[in-house]
Protein backbone atom coordinates (compact mmCIF):
# COMPACT_ATOMS: atom_id res chain seq x y z
CA UNK A 1 0.00 0.00 0.00
CA UNK A 2 1.13 3.42 -0.53
CA UNK A 3 1.05 4.14 3.27
CA UNK A 4 3.09 2.82 6.44
CA UNK A 5 0.47 0.28 8.34
CA UNK A 6 1.51 1.43 12.04
CA UNK A 7 -0.63 3.96 14.72
CA UNK A 8 -4.07 1.78 14.55
CA UNK A 9 -6.81 2.96 15.86
CA UNK A 10 -10.77 1.45 16.05
CA UNK A 11 -14.14 2.92 16.18
CA UNK A 12 -16.84 0.75 17.11
CA UNK A 13 -20.08 2.96 15.87
CA UNK A 14 -22.42 2.98 18.37
CA UNK A 15 -25.32 4.06 15.61
CA UNK A 16 -24.82 1.18 13.85
CA UNK A 17 -22.54 -1.53 15.82
CA UNK A 18 -20.00 -1.39 12.82
CA UNK A 19 -16.16 -1.68 13.57
CA UNK A 20 -13.84 0.24 11.95
CA UNK A 21 -9.89 0.48 11.60
CA UNK A 22 -8.12 3.70 10.92
CA UNK A 23 -4.17 3.67 10.06
CA UNK A 24 -1.18 5.18 8.34
CA UNK A 25 1.48 8.02 8.72
CA UNK A 26 2.77 10.86 6.85
CA UNK A 27 4.33 8.75 3.67
CA UNK A 28 1.26 8.59 2.33
CA UNK A 29 -2.87 8.27 3.02
CA UNK A 30 -4.48 7.60 6.47
CA UNK A 31 -6.34 4.95 5.61
CA UNK A 32 -9.90 3.55 7.43
CA UNK A 33 -11.23 -0.18 7.16
CA UNK A 34 -14.44 -1.97 7.96
CA UNK A 35 -13.75 -5.02 10.58
CA UNK A 36 -15.79 -7.68 11.22
CA UNK A 37 -16.78 -7.03 15.01
CA UNK A 38 -16.95 -10.52 16.11
CA UNK A 39 -13.37 -11.54 14.66
CA UNK A 40 -11.47 -8.19 14.37
CA UNK A 41 -10.62 -9.55 10.69
CA UNK A 42 -11.23 -7.59 7.46
CA UNK A 43 -14.69 -8.04 5.92
CA UNK A 44 -14.27 -9.63 2.94
CA UNK A 45 -13.90 -7.96 0.27
CA UNK A 46 -14.06 -4.59 1.88
CA UNK A 47 -11.08 -2.22 0.78
CA UNK A 48 -9.25 0.28 2.51
CA UNK A 49 -10.04 3.95 1.84
CA UNK A 50 -8.16 7.10 2.00
CA UNK A 51 -9.67 9.53 4.62
CA UNK A 52 -7.32 12.30 5.32
CA UNK A 53 -3.03 12.96 3.94
CA UNK A 54 -0.42 14.92 5.59
CA UNK A 55 -1.13 13.26 9.75
CA UNK A 56 -0.83 10.48 11.24
CA UNK A 57 -1.26 8.69 14.73
CA UNK A 58 -5.40 8.87 13.38
CA UNK A 59 -8.57 8.47 16.15
CA UNK A 60 -12.16 8.22 15.52
CA UNK A 61 -15.29 9.54 17.65
CA UNK A 62 -18.94 9.71 17.29
CA UNK A 63 -21.16 12.08 18.76
CA UNK A 64 -24.12 13.22 18.22
CA UNK A 65 -24.52 12.23 14.16
CA UNK A 66 -20.86 13.05 13.73
CA UNK A 67 -17.95 11.44 12.93
CA UNK A 68 -14.61 12.91 14.06
CA UNK A 69 -11.48 11.63 12.68
CA UNK A 70 -8.21 13.21 14.80
CA UNK A 71 -4.36 13.31 13.52
CA UNK A 72 -1.44 14.02 14.38
CA UNK A 73 0.23 16.90 12.12
CA UNK A 74 4.19 18.20 12.27
CA UNK A 75 7.14 16.34 12.81
CA UNK A 76 8.13 13.74 15.27
CA UNK A 77 10.59 12.34 17.61
CA UNK A 78 12.85 15.28 17.95
CA UNK A 79 12.20 16.67 21.48
CA UNK A 80 11.88 19.77 22.13
CA UNK A 81 12.79 20.80 18.53
CA UNK A 82 9.27 18.36 17.52
CA UNK A 83 5.82 20.37 15.98
CA UNK A 84 3.28 17.66 16.72
CA UNK A 85 0.31 19.05 17.23
CA UNK A 86 -3.54 17.41 17.05
CA UNK A 87 -6.32 18.66 14.59
CA UNK A 88 -9.63 17.20 13.69
CA UNK A 89 -12.24 17.39 11.23
CA UNK A 90 -15.59 15.97 10.89
CA UNK A 91 -18.11 14.46 8.93
CA UNK A 92 -21.77 13.10 8.84
CA UNK A 93 -20.33 9.50 7.03
CA UNK A 94 -17.72 6.85 8.64
CA UNK A 95 -16.25 6.98 5.27
CA UNK A 96 -15.80 10.88 4.92
CA UNK A 97 -15.19 13.10 3.45
CA UNK A 98 -13.87 14.57 6.80
CA UNK A 99 -13.92 18.39 7.10
CA UNK A 100 -12.21 21.06 9.21
CA UNK A 101 -14.25 24.35 10.28
CA UNK A 102 -12.95 26.36 7.52
CA UNK A 103 -14.59 23.64 4.93
CA UNK A 104 -11.23 22.36 4.08
CA UNK A 105 -10.66 18.27 3.89
CA UNK A 106 -8.39 16.17 5.20
CA UNK A 107 -7.64 14.61 2.29
CA UNK A 108 -6.32 17.88 1.06
CA UNK A 109 -4.28 18.52 4.59
CA UNK A 110 -7.26 20.09 6.50
CA UNK A 111 -8.07 19.72 10.26
CA UNK A 112 -9.15 22.38 13.22
CA UNK A 113 -6.19 22.60 15.57
CA UNK A 114 -6.86 20.76 19.50
CA UNK A 115 -3.67 21.10 21.24
CA UNK A 116 -0.54 22.15 20.47
CA UNK A 117 2.61 23.13 22.23
CA UNK A 118 2.55 25.16 25.59
CA UNK A 119 5.21 26.75 27.68
CA UNK A 120 6.52 23.56 29.42
CA UNK A 121 5.04 20.56 27.33
CA UNK A 122 5.94 20.20 23.68
CA UNK A 123 4.22 18.20 20.71
CA UNK A 124 1.37 16.77 21.69
CA UNK A 125 0.43 13.57 19.61
CA UNK A 126 -1.22 10.55 19.03
CA UNK A 127 -4.89 11.45 20.85
CA UNK A 128 -7.11 8.49 22.81
CA UNK A 129 -10.58 9.10 24.00
CA UNK A 130 -11.53 8.15 27.56
CA UNK A 131 -15.26 8.61 28.31
CA UNK A 132 -16.02 8.26 32.05
CA UNK A 133 -20.05 9.14 31.85
CA UNK A 134 -21.80 11.50 33.26
CA UNK A 135 -20.66 14.24 31.17
CA UNK A 136 -16.74 14.01 31.85
CA UNK A 137 -15.23 12.83 29.15
CA UNK A 138 -10.59 12.85 28.77
CA UNK A 139 -7.95 12.44 26.38
CA UNK A 140 -4.59 10.87 26.71
CA UNK A 141 -1.35 12.08 24.43
CA UNK A 142 1.77 12.14 24.82
CA UNK A 143 3.91 14.85 24.40
CA UNK A 144 7.18 15.19 22.29
CA UNK A 145 9.55 16.65 25.54
CA UNK A 146 8.77 17.95 28.99
CA UNK A 147 11.01 20.82 29.55
CA UNK A 148 11.66 20.49 33.15
CA UNK A 149 11.93 16.10 32.60
CA UNK A 150 15.29 16.83 30.36
CA UNK A 151 12.95 17.46 27.37
CA UNK A 152 12.06 13.59 27.48
CA UNK A 153 7.82 12.54 26.32
CA UNK A 154 5.53 11.74 28.63
CA UNK A 155 2.30 10.74 29.06
CA UNK A 156 -0.87 13.71 29.44
CA UNK A 157 -4.05 13.05 30.48
CA UNK A 158 -6.62 16.55 30.22
CA UNK A 159 -10.28 17.40 30.28
CA UNK A 160 -11.82 16.66 26.90
CA UNK A 161 -14.61 19.96 25.98
CA UNK A 162 -17.40 20.53 22.81
CA UNK A 163 -17.89 23.78 21.90
CA UNK A 164 -20.10 24.04 18.76
CA UNK A 165 -20.23 20.80 17.66
CA UNK A 166 -16.30 20.27 18.29
CA UNK A 167 -13.61 18.66 20.43
CA UNK A 168 -11.91 21.32 22.45
CA UNK A 169 -8.56 20.59 24.81
CA UNK A 170 -9.47 21.56 28.78
CA UNK A 171 -7.11 22.21 30.91
CA UNK A 172 -6.04 20.82 34.13
CA UNK A 173 -6.23 22.80 37.39
CA UNK A 174 -3.65 24.13 38.73
CA UNK A 175 -2.52 25.80 42.19
CA UNK A 176 -3.96 29.06 42.66
CA UNK A 177 -7.10 30.62 44.68
CA UNK A 178 -10.38 30.94 43.04
CA UNK A 179 -13.86 32.05 43.41
CA UNK A 180 -16.58 28.93 43.20
CA UNK A 181 -19.55 30.17 41.34
CA UNK A 182 -22.84 27.97 41.44
CA UNK A 183 -23.84 27.52 37.58
CA UNK A 184 -27.25 27.19 38.79
CA UNK A 185 -27.19 30.58 40.30
CA UNK A 186 -24.27 32.72 40.05
CA UNK A 187 -23.61 32.75 43.55
CA UNK A 188 -20.70 32.31 44.86
CA UNK A 189 -19.47 29.75 47.48
CA UNK A 190 -18.66 31.23 50.84
CA UNK A 191 -18.21 31.03 54.39
CA UNK A 192 -21.61 31.56 57.06
CA UNK A 193 -19.90 34.68 58.74
CA UNK A 194 -21.23 38.10 59.18
CA UNK A 195 -20.63 40.76 56.14
CA UNK A 196 -17.85 43.50 56.70
CA UNK A 197 -18.35 46.81 55.28
CA UNK A 198 -15.69 48.28 53.88
CA UNK A 199 -14.92 51.80 55.15
CA UNK A 200 -17.09 54.15 52.57
CA UNK A 201 -19.44 57.03 53.09
CA UNK A 202 -23.11 56.63 51.88
CA UNK A 203 -23.29 59.25 49.45
CA UNK A 204 -25.70 57.78 46.66
CA UNK A 205 -24.28 59.00 43.36
CA UNK A 206 -23.15 62.17 44.01
CA UNK A 207 -19.48 63.41 44.96
CA UNK A 208 -17.70 66.62 45.51
CA UNK A 209 -16.29 68.33 42.79
CA UNK A 210 -12.87 68.83 44.57
CA UNK A 211 -13.26 64.95 45.78
CA UNK A 212 -10.21 63.02 43.97
CA UNK A 213 -10.55 59.98 41.93
CA UNK A 214 -8.22 56.92 43.40
CA UNK A 215 -8.04 53.52 44.05
CA UNK A 216 -9.94 51.90 46.87
CA UNK A 217 -7.83 49.31 48.90
CA UNK A 218 -9.56 46.03 49.02
CA UNK A 219 -10.53 43.98 51.91
CA UNK A 220 -7.75 42.15 53.33
CA UNK A 221 -8.24 39.27 55.31
CA UNK A 222 -6.87 40.56 58.52
CA UNK A 223 -9.21 43.01 58.21
CA UNK A 224 -11.57 40.32 58.87
CA UNK A 225 -10.41 36.79 60.57
CA UNK A 226 -11.01 38.20 64.12
CA UNK A 227 -14.48 38.12 63.74
CA UNK A 228 -14.39 34.64 62.68
CA UNK A 229 -15.83 31.66 65.01
CA UNK A 230 -12.85 29.66 66.20
CA UNK A 231 -14.45 26.17 65.28
CA UNK A 232 -15.94 24.59 62.62
CA UNK A 233 -17.89 26.90 59.82
CA UNK A 234 -20.83 26.31 57.84
CA UNK A 235 -20.78 27.38 54.32
CA UNK A 236 -23.74 28.78 51.74
CA UNK A 237 -23.70 30.73 48.37
CA UNK A 238 -23.89 34.46 48.66
CA UNK A 239 -23.60 37.44 46.34
CA UNK A 240 -19.86 37.72 44.63
CA UNK A 241 -18.00 40.41 46.52
CA UNK A 242 -14.64 39.13 46.10
CA UNK A 243 -14.51 39.01 49.80
CA UNK A 244 -11.82 37.45 51.69
CA UNK A 245 -14.34 34.79 53.15
CA UNK A 246 -15.69 34.12 49.38
CA UNK A 247 -11.81 33.26 48.23
CA UNK A 248 -10.54 29.69 48.27
CA UNK A 249 -7.27 28.30 47.46
CA UNK A 250 -7.38 24.70 45.35
CA UNK A 251 -4.06 22.74 45.77
CA UNK A 252 -3.21 19.59 43.71
CA UNK A 253 -2.13 17.18 47.02
CA UNK A 254 0.62 15.19 44.20
CA UNK A 255 1.91 13.17 46.96
CA UNK A 256 -1.29 11.74 47.65
CA UNK A 257 -2.79 8.93 45.37
CA UNK A 258 -5.45 10.45 42.32
CA UNK A 259 -7.93 9.37 40.44
CA UNK A 260 -7.48 9.22 36.32
CA UNK A 261 -5.81 11.92 35.39
CA UNK A 262 -5.58 14.10 38.49
CA UNK A 263 -4.69 14.05 42.05
CA UNK A 264 -7.34 14.74 44.51
CA UNK A 265 -7.05 18.41 45.62
CA UNK A 266 -7.45 20.66 49.05
CA UNK A 267 -9.58 23.17 49.26
CA UNK A 268 -9.04 25.82 51.61
CA UNK A 269 -10.23 29.65 52.55
CA UNK A 270 -7.56 31.50 50.74
CA UNK A 271 -4.56 32.67 53.29
CA UNK A 272 -5.48 30.03 55.90
CA UNK A 273 -5.85 26.17 56.89
CA UNK A 274 -9.45 26.27 57.14
CA UNK A 275 -10.29 23.29 55.14
CA UNK A 276 -13.52 22.73 53.25
CA UNK A 277 -14.91 19.05 54.80
CA UNK A 278 -17.65 16.75 53.78
CA UNK A 279 -19.71 15.34 57.35
CA UNK A 280 -21.90 12.43 58.01
CA UNK A 281 -24.98 14.30 57.50
CA UNK A 282 -23.89 14.90 54.07
CA UNK A 283 -23.31 18.36 54.36
CA UNK A 284 -20.83 20.84 54.09
CA UNK A 285 -18.54 22.28 56.11
CA UNK A 286 -15.09 23.94 57.07
CA UNK A 287 -12.79 22.82 59.48
CA UNK A 288 -10.03 25.14 61.15
CA UNK A 289 -7.00 22.71 60.51
CA UNK A 290 -6.48 20.78 57.16
CA UNK A 291 -5.76 17.14 58.43
CA UNK A 292 -5.73 14.94 55.19
CA UNK A 293 -8.89 13.05 56.28
CA UNK A 294 -10.50 11.35 53.27
CA UNK A 295 -13.54 13.74 53.58
CA UNK A 296 -11.26 16.67 52.96
CA UNK A 297 -9.75 15.37 49.67
CA UNK A 298 -11.84 16.59 46.47
CA UNK A 299 -12.30 15.31 43.02
CA UNK A 300 -12.57 18.35 40.36
CA UNK A 301 -14.07 17.16 36.90
CA UNK A 302 -13.92 19.85 34.32
CA UNK A 303 -17.26 18.27 32.26
CA UNK A 304 -17.71 18.85 28.42
CA UNK A 305 -19.47 22.14 28.73
CA UNK A 306 -16.33 23.62 30.92
CA UNK A 307 -18.33 23.65 34.18
CA UNK A 308 -16.80 21.68 36.74
CA UNK A 309 -18.19 18.57 39.30
CA UNK A 310 -16.66 18.77 42.62
CA UNK A 311 -16.98 15.57 44.89
CA UNK A 312 -15.50 14.16 48.13
CA UNK A 313 -12.86 11.61 48.09
CA UNK A 314 -14.85 9.90 50.78
CA UNK A 315 -18.04 10.35 52.66
CA UNK A 316 -18.01 9.52 56.94
CA UNK A 317 -20.18 6.35 56.77
CA UNK A 318 -21.42 6.91 53.07
CA UNK A 319 -20.19 4.41 50.17
CA UNK A 320 -22.64 6.43 47.33
CA UNK A 321 -20.17 9.06 45.36
CA UNK A 322 -21.73 12.25 45.91
CA UNK A 323 -21.22 15.92 44.72
CA UNK A 324 -21.46 19.80 45.84
CA UNK A 325 -25.21 20.19 45.30
CA UNK A 326 -26.64 23.87 45.10
CA UNK A 327 -30.30 22.74 46.27
CA UNK A 328 -31.60 26.43 46.45
CA UNK A 329 -30.56 29.64 45.27
CA UNK A 330 -28.00 30.12 48.90
CA UNK A 331 -28.10 26.48 50.02
CA UNK A 332 -25.84 23.59 49.84
CA UNK A 333 -25.54 19.88 50.11
CA UNK A 334 -23.97 16.58 49.10
CA UNK A 335 -26.51 14.70 46.55
CA UNK A 336 -26.09 12.45 43.68
CA UNK A 337 -25.05 13.95 40.58
CA UNK A 338 -27.43 14.77 37.75
CA UNK A 339 -25.71 15.77 34.88
CA UNK A 340 -29.22 16.96 33.10
CA UNK A 341 -28.94 19.66 35.49
CA UNK A 342 -26.82 22.68 36.53
CA UNK A 343 -27.64 22.36 40.40
CA UNK A 344 -24.43 20.39 40.53
CA UNK A 345 -21.97 22.29 37.95
CA UNK A 346 -19.63 24.87 39.48
CA UNK A 347 -17.45 27.60 37.81
CA UNK A 348 -13.95 28.29 39.07
CA UNK A 349 -12.71 31.90 38.78
CA UNK A 350 -8.90 32.18 38.95
CA UNK A 351 -8.47 35.15 41.73
CA UNK A 352 -4.67 34.84 41.74
CA UNK A 353 -2.01 32.52 41.98
Known sequence: EDC????????????????????????????LIELDPK????????????????????AMMYRDGWYYLLGTHGTCCDGPNSTYNIRVGRSRKVTGPYIDNMGIPMLRGGGKLLIA???????????????LGDGVQKFSCHFEADLEKSGLSVLAIRPLLWKDGWPVAGENIKEGVYSILSERSGYVLELCVDFVRMPHTMRWFQREKTEPVKPVQRQQLADVINNWPSGDIDVRMGDNMVRPHQKWTITPLDSLAGYLGSPYFKITVAGTNRALTATAEREVITVPEFTGKPEQLWRIDQLIDGTYRIMPKEIPGCKEPLALTAIGARSLTLTKFDPNSDISRWNLKIQSK
Open 117 to 131: ADERFVGPGHFGLID
Open 4 to 31: DAIDPAFLLDSATGRLWLSYGTYFGFIK
Open 39 to 58: TGKRIEGNEPIDIAIDCEAT
